[in-house]
Every structure is written in C-alpha cells, then in structure tokens.
C-alpha cells in the first residue's frame, strides 16, 4: 500500500468538486485506492488548492479530507513531496499555473480546455514533452455508458461505411431573471474565457477523432441567443459570450458531422447529449447512458405524404444495446487510469497534445463563425 500525493487545483467549482473530487478522488480512496497491475493498491491523498479559505475549509470538513493551503500563485505547495498536480480552475488561469507545476517536476492532469488559444496550448503541451512529467488531460465523454456501447457497435462493424454523425447537446440555462441559472455567470463572458465553443468543441474534438476519424474542416456559426442575465450577486450583466453554436465538420473518409450545441434549447430528445450515427448497414443514437440501434434489415420503407396521417411509430423500430457490463463515473475511470499511468508506466495515449487538438479545433470554429468561411483543420505541430 503506498499513497500518492494530489495537489488538486480549483475543486471548490462545481465540476471540480463533485465530479473530481467527490465522485472520483474521494470514491477511489473509499474503495482502498486504484489497483496496480501487481495487486498492490495505491490511495489517493489530496491538498486542496484555491483562493477561498472558508470554502476550502468547508469542503475538507465535510468530506474528512485533511490538507489545504490558501495558495493561488502555487508558491508553497509546489515545494512539498506531492507527486500530482491537477488544474480545474477557470480556462484563462490554467496555461501559467501548469507551466508552474511542469518547472516544480510535478506530473500534470487538468480539465479542458487546455488553454483559451493554440499558442499557449502547444507551449504547454511543449513543456510537459520536453520533461520528464507524466501529463493528460480530462476526456470524461470517452467512458460514458452511450458511448463505449457506441464504439462496440463500430468495432464491430455494424455501420458498414459511416456516411455521418448528427450531435445534439444542451438545454435551457435559465437566465436568472426568473429562475436561478444552472451555470456560473462567467460561462457567458468572453473576456473571462466563457462561451459554449470554448465548453464543449474541445469534447467534440476527442469525442469525434476517437470514435470517427480526425476533423478536417469546419464551418460554424456562433451565436448569443439572450444577451442580458443576472450573476450570482442579483446583478444584471450583458453577456459577451455565445450561449449556442452550430457546426458542420468533415471528417476523414467523407463522414460528415453536424453539431448543434445550445444552452437555450428546450429539450425534447432522449438526453441531453444525442449522437446519431448513420452506415450503410445499419444506424444507432447514443445519449450518456443508453444506446439503441437499427440494422438495415429491419429499417422500415418510409414514404413521403403530408396529406394523410402517420401512424407509424419510428421509436419502435429501435432495439437498446444491452449494457453488458457495469459503468463506472467517466471521470473516476480516466483518473484511475492516469494514477495507473503515474504509479505504474501504463499506457495513457490523452495526453497535452491531444488537449492542444481541442484548443485547434476550438479555435478554427471561431474564425470560421468571424470568416464566415470554412476552415481547414490541418495536423497539429508543435
């Protein structure tokens, strides 16, 4: 049994502490640590890292945690004998606060995305190859129940020749006018690295190049659906940046994305997130924990005629792929996996290069939504 030190940066926010610190780190030390390839088990044991004491206190209080430093410039806690350093503060204070802990010696984890632009994207991710640290970077989608069946079904072969792949993600974020929203006021200032391109194109990047091929090209359009809602103080304040973003992408081999992503769309699908791919031989729509398919042969004939009535329900020619296994949290899976890579030298191919190719993508969809244009997506160099 041996521990492993995790400097965890910025859990005081609503993903970093239920997702990261909660349902991961804290689950993983409940479950007497992350097994090593020999059967020897290694525990997690985190120093909490921010700027607000009080929540920091709170937070370890309540979940028997027993270290934390009021340290946002990282000046102390670099110092100490913690092998790990995770990042999940706001976008715009990740690059310098990485570059620190690479510097220190320290292996480096952090949410997307990587950095608010490519420059600083490929300089960190410069740095971690140029070291002896072990990086990578959160891409929790890749082990969502809907997903891994999804690419069961492409391993496979059910789709003979992808032809596309239809996203459909978000829901209404309430504007605070009426209903507190569900999201923090910064998510919809540009100048603070908000914006839904920022958000989600990075997850589209890995979610689409892992399960169909790399992006070549995109064309975008962003746009802000309702300019004016209340931050957490009661205060109106403008918003700067998009709350909706939709997408065409070409991606090797002739298969054709289409991305829709909203914080201002009502939903009426399956989940919140829906990807629907289509082959010659068969077709399959995935959300975060289901999935369901159907095979060419039991596609039925529509026809066309807006003048008589359709009584035939679609929803029923569609057969759930069955679980066949238990999921665990997506975001304690890929923790595990990189502890594993840190403690025990297994493979973990998410690294900062495959973090710059979201910022790439990223930010080819902004100049393409400014160009009006499309824009190439070429193979990232360092």
Excluded at 121 to 149: C, F, M, N, T, Y
């Amino acid at each position: 049994m041996q521990d492993v030190g995790i400097i965890m940066n910025g859990v005081t926010g609503r993903m970093g502490t239920n997702q990261h610190l909660i349902r991961s780190i804290l689950a993983l030390r409940e479950e007497g640590g992350v097994e090593l390839p020999g059967g020897e088990r290694v525990i997690p044991d985190p120093i909490l890292v921010g700027r607000n004491e009080r929540k920091l206190q709170a937070l370890c209080e309540e979940h028997d945690v027993d270290r934390y430093a009021v340290d946002p410039e990282l000046e102390t806690v670099l110092d100490g004998e913690d092998q790990i350093y995770f990042d999940s503060q706001v976008t715009p204070r990740r690059p310098e606060a990485l570059l620190k802990a690479i510097n220190a010696g320290k292996h480096v984890y952090c949410e997307k995305p990587l950095a608010t632009d490519l420059d600083e994207a490929k300089e960190v991710a410069r740095a971690a190859e140029g070291s002896d640290v072990k990086h990578g970077i959160v891409q929790d989608k890749l082990w969502l129940p809907g997903l891994i069946k999804l690419r069961r079904l492409i391993d496979q072969g059910f789709f003979g020749d992808l032809l596309s792949v239809r996203v459909e993600f978000g829901y209404w974020v309430f504007t605070g006018h009426v209903q507190p929203a569900q999201r923090p006021s910064w998510n919809y200032r540009a100048e603070d690295g908000g914006g839904i391109i920022d958000d989600m194109f990075s997850h589209w990047s890995y979610v689409l190049e892992s399960l169909f091929g790399d992006v070549e090209t995109v064309s975008c359009l962003g746009k802000i659906h309702l300019p004016e809602r209340i931050d957490e103080n009661g205060e109106a304040y403008e918003a700067t940046a998009e709350d909706a973003a939709y997408a065409i992408m070409e991606l090797e081999d002739d298969v054709i994305a289409q991305l829709n992503s909203s914080w201002a769309v009502r939903v009426n699908r399956d989940d919140l997130l829906e990807i629907q791919v289509d082959g010659t031989e068969g077709s399959a729509v995935a959300g975060l924990r289901e999935c369901k398919s159907q095979h060419h042969s039991n596609t039925p004939k529509p026809e066309w005629n807006p003048d008589t009535p359709n009584e035939h329900d679609f929803y029923d020619d569609w057969e759930d792929v069955p679980d066949n296994q238990v999921f665990e949290n997506a975001f304690k899976e890929q923790w595990a996996k990189y502890i594993r890579h840190v403690v025990a030298d297994e493979p973990f191919p998410w690294n900062f290069r495959e973090g710059a190719k979201g910022v790439q993508l990223t930010e080819a969809s902004y100049r393409s939504w400014d160009e009006g244009r499309r824009v190439q997506v070429p193979e990232l160099e360092l």
